[in-house]
């Protein structure tokens, strides 16, 4: 069971360049979100998702897009980078229950640096 | 103002010590609660819920005090391993946004 996985694990960009990181889960989650965490700043979501089809924003959307056409992956699409991209990307999925909520399972990251 | 706080740390205690953090939120309508651990350069890692009545896990007890607004993790017989950074999360009422406070940093030492 691989969980969350997200690639690459580390990009180096040119300011102004876009590209695509990859987030894929095989736990059948219906849940799935994009955060930044950088120092000082803990984690910022991004987008989330809570099914193929729907997305939304999070607290620092400007800059990111994302799409959800399957339950298994979320990708998340930097339009333009910019330094301030500069900075650790998680995918996270939980699942969404009655009751009791569920906890996050995060990804391993992706260390992107914008120059 | 930020949803959750913590005090970064960090935290540095002797092995076998017992050491307590504690987490403000700052939204009254905040519902769910969580501790999570993150390693220097990894992903966090769900620790445990902390439930109206607070819980215990092993060394781990986690309490929700809502009319004070913060939760807190305490971890007695401190090891080594426990070296990382704890995170503390808050569901607001929009079922689907999870706050994280910025972490707190704990050093066991030999």
């Known amino acids: 069971n691989a969980g969350v996985t997200q690639t690459p694990k580390f990009q180096v960009l040119k300011t102004g360049q876009s590209m695509t990181l990859q987030c894929a889960q095989d736990?059948?989650?219906?849940?799935m979100s994009w955060y930044r965490q950088d120092p000082g700043m803990g984690l910022r979501l991004i987008h989330y998702s809570v099914g193929a089809g729907i997305t939304d924003q999070g607290e620092v959307p400007n800059g990111y897009n994302v799409s959800r056409s399957t339950t298994e992956d979320f990708p998340l699409r930097l339009l333009s980078a910019a330094p301030s991209q500069t900075s650790v990307y998680f995918c996270?999925?939980?699942?969404?229950?009655?009751?009791?909520?569920?906890?996050?399972?995060f990804g391993s990251g992706t260390r992107l640096t914008v120059v | 103002r930020k949803e959750v706080e913590q005090d970064p740390g960090p935290f540095n205690v002797p092995e076998g010590a017992t050491v307590a953090f504690n987490c403000t939120y700052s939204?009254?309508?905040?519902?769910?609660f969580f501790w999570y651990r993150q390693d220097c350069r990894k992903e966090p890692k769900l620790l445990m819920s902390?439930?109206?009545s607070g819980n215990e896990d092993g060394r781990f007890t986690a309490q929700l005090n809502r009319a004070s607004q913060y939760i807190s993790l305490l971890i007695r017989d401190s090891k080594l391993s426990d070296s990382a950074t704890y995170l503390c999360v808050a569901r607001i009422y929009n079922f689907n946004k999870f706050y994280f406070g910025s972490g707190t940093k704990l050093n066991v030492k030999p």
């Open positions: 902390v439930y109206s």
């Open positions: 996270a999925s939980r699942e969404i229950g009655q009751g009791n909520d569920y906890g996050y399972t």
């Open positions: 736990m059948n989650h219906e849940y």
């Open positions: 939204n009254s309508a905040s519902q769910s």
